[in-house]
């Protein structure tokens, strides 16, 4: 009996090991210099937590079957080593703590460090069930907003100020094309409740919040069309509250703007 729990504490551990092994249900392609490092540092804190984890089943499998099958002597009883819970929880401690300082950086450089010089500005704004996306257009200036304005059926979802002459020429549509190899940098807003803009391929994801207004930056590497999810429960159709990025070729990207600047 002592044999087959220890094969099944053993068994049970592969099976949950293997899938990281084999890298089934994997992350889809990384499609930016951040998305790398994010995958960078989750493999680092993968290999360190699953060694552990798996170590520490392999020696909870030899105890059981080690110690189970004895059975003469009286269980003894032990108030533990003093010396050696202060290794293990001090080595829990910094490993924990190491690990939120690596993968902090990472973040940090996408929230707290500004967008490159020449970075093209996206508003990026959430509303029960659909994103908004708005361009400053050729003069490079976004016009003013006024909620008095908003008018979803009218063709003005984000009540762009038709008195600023800064506006007469933004470019708002719900799905959004960048550049390759440009820098871009968002202004996540919201009309309503929370959202979250969430891009996997980019491995960014970032909640948009009532009167706030967010900025986070990328460059995609790699051109294509992605899905942009929100990742935040946001009512009845928040399942269908999806768009795409569209990563183009720069001559197709200003081919793009030309075309909705002109409708």
């Not at 592969?14 to 990384?30: D, E, H, I, Q, S």
């Not at 540092?41 to 937590?49: D, G, K, P, R, S």
């Not at 799905?175 to 803009?197: G, Q």
Request: charged share 15%; hydrophobic share 45%; proline share 6%.
């Amino acid at each position: 009996m002592p044999l087959l729990l220890a094969l099944v504490i053993w068994l049970v551990c592969l099976a949950l090991a293997l899938p990281f092994f084999t890298r089934t249900w994997w992350f889809p392609v990384a499609i930016s210099e951040h998305a790398r490092q994010v995958d960078t540092q989750f493999m680092f804190t993968l290999v360190v937590t699953g060694v552990i984890f798996i170590v520490a089943q392999l020696a909870l499998g030899y105890v059981v079957f080690n110690y189970g099958r004895r059975r003469s002597g009286a269980a003894t009883y032990s108030h533990g080593n003093n010396t050696m819970e202060v290794l293990w929880t001090s080595a829990t401690a910094i490993l924990f703590i190491g690990l939120t300082i690596m993968g902090g950086s990472v973040w940090a450089r996408v929230h707290f460090m500004g967008a490159p010089p020449g970075a093209i500005p996206i508003e990026v704004t959430g509303q029960q069930f659909v994103w908004n996306m708005r361009y400053a257009g050729p003069d490079g200036k976004f016009g003013a907003l006024d909620i008095r304005q908003i008018n979803d059926a009218g063709g003005n979802p984000l009540g762009v100020d038709s008195k600023d002459p800064a506006g007469k020429d933004d470019i708002v549509v719900p799905t959004m094309a960048v550049p390759v190899n440009r820098p871009v940098e968002l202004i996540l807003r919201t009309k309503d409740v929370t959202h979250s803009f969430f891009v996997p391929e980019l491995r960014l994801k970032q909640d948009t919040v009532p009167g706030m207004t967010i900025r986070i930056h990328f460059t995609a590497e790699t051109v294509g069309k992605y899905e942009i999810a929100c990742a935040e429960l946001c009512g009845l159709g928040h399942y269908k509250m999806r768009s795409f990025l569209e990563v183009m070729e720069p001559a197709d990207f200003e081919k793009w703007l030309q075309k909705r600047s002109t409708r």
